[in-house]
């Protein structure tokens, strides 16, 4: 929000002092607020949003048991082309469907109560991985 400076003039009695609700009237009243324009705004949270995004899953990506995975089909089929082409659509369609089912449970779960789910359910999966390298 932008701070607008409009001008209030007010009227009272010469007569008076302490002037009473009554005797003051506004005269122009200028909106205190303009509403800014969404568009630059949304720009840059979109940008910020792809961006962070992008970044995260490329580094998660990175040297994981997909890609390790993707370079031996490369190597085994000597059709690099291919293995990427069918990667690359196993990678998208893997996260369309985190986004469909990021969006339906964001409609029905508060972002707390998410993310205090979250924390339940990865503590959960820590402790059994612990359990299995305790029990060898």
Not at 84 to 91: E, H, M, Q, S, V
């Amino acid at each position: 929000m932008k701070l607008h400076q409009g001008m209030v003039q007010l009227t009272s009695s010469p007569d008076s002092l302490q002037p009473s609700t009554s005797q003051i009237a506004p005269q122009s009243v200028a909106p205190l607020v303009e509403p800014e324009s969404s568009e630059p705004a949304s720009t840059w949270v979109g940008l910020k949003v792809f961006t962070s995004t992008f970044v995260t899953i490329f580094l998660a990506e990175l040297g994981d048991k997909t890609q390790i995975t993707t370079l031996l089909m490369s190597a085994e089929s000597h059709q690099p082309w291919l293995v990427f082409l069918g990667a690359g659509t196993a990678l998208v369609t893997a996260s369309l469907f985190g986004v469909l089912l990021g969006q339906w449970i964001a409609s029905r779960l508060s972002p707390r109560t998410l993310e205090t789910t979250a924390g339940i359910v990865l503590l959960l999966v820590s402790l059994l991985l612990l359990g299995d390298v305790v029990r060898g």
